[in-house]
């Protein structure tokens, strides 16, 4: 399975592709809120651009140790797949995330989960981002 990286990150202008693309493709949103990245300075205009993305847990995956209805499900080579019929909704997984990758959104009330699928990569136009193999 491959996980996205971001492993490029001193080449990012912050032009936010990478999260408009997430939202649109993923939960038909064109809203940055929907998207499973995020990209965030680190001081101001001056500051330098960091990506918040799911770290593709292997071992210990915390959201999905505390989700109450097995709606999260660990993904072969780290990361986990979302089974929105069983989340109910509790928003456990997004404060159990290390790295506050999850976000929820309260009108699906679902939360928004990296699926690893890639698709922010190709719109990315200086590469900042990478699927790599996970496991």
Same mark, same amino acid.
């Given at each position: 399975?491959k996980?996205?990286?971001a ?7 912050g ?7 997430c939202?649109?493709v ?11 990245i995020?990209i965030?300075?680190?001081g101001?205009?001056?500051?330098k ?14 959201c ?9 499900i660990k993904?072969p080579g780290g990361g986990? =797949? *979302?089974v929105k019929?069983? #989340?109910?909704? +509790?928003?456990?997984c997004v404060?159990a !995330?290390?790295?506050?990758a999850?976000h929820f959104?309260?009108v =699906? *009330?679902?939360?928004?989960v #990296?699926?690893? +699928?890639?698709?922010?990569t190709?719109f !990315?136009?200086?590469?900042?981002l990478?699927l790599t193999?996970?496991?």
């Amino acid at each position: 399975m491959k996980v996205l990286k971001a492993i490029g990150m001193n080449r990012c202008i912050g032009c936010l592709s990478c999260m408009i693309t997430c939202a649109t493709v993923n939960q038909s949103d064109h809203s940055i809120l929907k998207s499973a990245i995020s990209i965030k300075t680190t001081g101001g205009l001056s500051g330098k651009f960091v990506a918040i993305v799911c770290q593709a847990c292997k071992d210990d995956v915390p959201c999905a140790e505390v989700c109450p209805s097995g709606a999260l499900i660990k993904r072969p080579g780290g990361g986990v =797949s *979302l089974v929105k019929e069983k #989340c109910v909704g +509790c928003e456990r997984c997004v404060t159990a !995330c290390t790295v506050d990758a999850i976000h929820f959104d309260y009108v =699906s *009330l679902l939360p928004i989960v #990296c699926k690893h +699928c890639g698709v922010c990569t190709r719109f !990315c136009p200086h590469k900042c981002l990478q699927l790599t193999e996970g496991a």
